[in-house]
T-cell receptor, first 113, second 115 residues
Framework: GDSVTQMEGPVTLSEEAFLTINCTYT??????LFWYVQYPGEGLQLLLK???ADDKGSNKGFEATYRKETTSFHLEKGSVQVSDSAVYFC????????????WGAGTKLIIKP | GAGVSQSPSNKVTEKGKDVELRCDPI?????LYWYRQSLGQGLEFLIY????????KSGLPSDRFSAERTGGSVSTLTIQRTQQEDSAVYLC?????????????FGPGTRLTVT
């Protein structure tokens, strides 16, 4: 079945550091890929998405590129801020699974000033 | 406009009692999903509604779990004879699922604690 694997956390960085959170997936066909973020005490928010190979999703300085050849969707940000501290979830969905989201385990990101 | 709302935000119940969790999706969203977030299992799909019908109930963990949706809008997730392993945050999401608009928007969740 479909699955998503993302790097375990917590990931601890200093402010203004470069961020990469790795995400790889296993799926039949052509899934859509997502990054969701959960800030402390808040609900899940869609951060960015990509629907086909080589698409780049971007939002709030975060980017991720849909790489079909490596089945990856790594999240990157050039300069993180303390306010980026949150849990980040990689997920996929497919039309023939009614677009239900298949989730990675989540990566907790801690940014120190 | 209004987002997805869920009630109650917190629920503490005794083992063996029944609970009902409510979800109000974004107006006009025909698709509705329930997920569960727990420490041991991460985020898990429970059930999917398209309109009032539930073509995919594959994620419901046991027959103690059921859900319904009425008027193509509000959904209720019911857990009968709650067990301690049911303790989790129950999340509801809605989506248009039309054309290219199929991203899901989540409510704040209901934190269920079974004592």
């Amino acid at each position: 079945g479909d699955s998503v694997t993302q790097m375990e956390g917590p990931v601890t960085l200093s402010e203004e550091a470069f961020l990469t959170i790795n995400c790889t997936y296993t799926a039949t066909g052509y899934p859509s890929l997502f990054w969701y973020v959960q800030y402390p005490g808040e609900g899940l928010q869609l951060l960015l998405k990509a629907t086909k190979a080589d698409d780049k999703g971007s939002n709030k300085g975060f980017e991720a590129t849909y790489r079909k050849e490596t089945t990856s969707f790594h999240l990157e940000k050039g300069s993180v801020q303390v306010s980026d501290s949150a849990v980040y979830f990689c997920a996929l969905s497919r039309r023939d699974s009614n677009y239900q989201l298949i989730w990675g385990a989540g990566t907790k990101l801690i940014i120190k000033p | 406009g209004a987002g997805v709302s869920q009630s109650p935000s917190n629920k503490v119940t005794e083992k063996g009692k029944d609970v009902e969790l409510r979800c109000d999706p974004i107006s006009g969203h025909t698709a509705l999903y329930w997920y569960r977030q727990s420490l041991g299992q991460g985020l898990e799909f429970l059930i999917y509604f398209q309109g009032n019908s539930a073509p995919d109930k594959s994620g419901l963990p046991s027959d103690r779990f059921s859900a319904e949706r009425t008027g193509g809008s509000v959904s209720t997730l019911t857990i009968q004879r709650t067990q301690q392993e049911d303790s989790a945050v129950y999340l509801c999401a809605s989506s248009l699922n039309q054309g290219l608009s199929y991203e899901q928007y989540f409510g704040p969740g209901t934190r269920l604690t079974v004592t």
